[in-house]
T-cell receptor
Framework: NAGVTQTPKFQVLKTGQSMTLQCAQD?????MSWYRQDPGMGLRLIHY???????DQGEVPNGYNVSRSTTEDFPLRLLSAAPSQTSVYFC?????????????FGEGSWLTVV | QQQVKQSPQSLIVQKGGIPIINCAYE??????FPWYQQFPGKGPALLIA?????SEKKEGRFTISFNKSAKQFSLHIMDSQPGDSATYFC????????????FGSGTQLTVLP
């Protein structure tokens, strides 16, 4: 039972480069979201999706794009990486029908922008 | 604007002690208050959650106390063990908003053997 799978685990980018963080879930969850975690700031919501074809911005969306073409996948794109995007990124999924409405997190993607 | 304030930032207790972590929220629309536990190199994992219609919830050694009028909630860990050493995050959500969590800043707990 894979749950929420994120790739890559670690990535180093140069300023201005682009890349995509992949997220896939095998629980048929409707809701998926991306958070970033920075020291002393907890996790902050970047973008979220309530279903295939539907996305919306969270608290810190600038510099990131998302799309949701399937229920399973929710990639996060950095179009032109900046040092301020150095962070740990977590993908999460949940379903309104999930008992206790549990939100499940992936294991994270460590991104360094130099 | 930090909608969920968490304290303390770090906490050290002896084995068997009862660490207490406190959170306060501002948005009265929040109606779901989970606590997450995170070990180094891992994603957050749900520990326990409460809704505002109850004042306390226990699951094993973990207890949430909730004060709706004060807009505060806290996590108590009974008989703490070294294996409880982790970072703990409180969070809040409006269940009408697709369960997008607003997190506190985290508390790094160390339980000494």
């Amino acid at each position: 039972n894979a749950g929420v799978t994120q790739t890559p685990k670690f990535q180093v980018l140069k300023t201005g480069q682009s890349m995509t963080l992949q997220c896939a879930q095998d629980m048929n969850h409707e809701y998926m979201s991306w958070y970033r975690q920075d020291p002393g700031m907890g996790l902050r919501l970047i973008h979220y999706s309530v279903g295939a074809g539907i996305t919306d911005q969270g608290e810190v969306p600038n510099g990131y794009n998302v799309s949701r073409s399937t229920t399973e996948d929710f990639p996060l794109r950095l179009l032109s990486a900046a040092p301020s995007q150095t962070s740990v990124y977590f993908c999460a999924s949940s379903s309104p029908g999930t008992e206790g409405n549990t939100i499940y997190f992936g294991e994270g993607s460590w991104l360094t922008v130099v | 604007q930090q909608q969920v304030k968490q304290s303390p930032q770090s906490l050290i207790v002896q084995k068997g002690g009862i660490p207490i972590i406190n959170c306060a929220y501002e948005n009265t629309a929040f109606d779901y208050f989970p606590w997450y536990q995170q070990f180094p190199g891992k994603g957050p994992a749900l520990l326990i959650a409460i809704r505002p219609d109850v004042s306390e919830k226990k699951e094993g050694r973990f207890t949430i106390s909730f004060n709706k009028s004060a807009k505060q909630f806290s996590l108590h860990i009974m008989d703490s063990q070294p294996g409880d050493s982790a970072t703990y995050f409180c969070a809040a959500a409006n269940s009408g908003s697709a369960r997008q969590l607003t997190f506190g800043s985290g508390t790094q707990l160390t339980v000494l053997p």
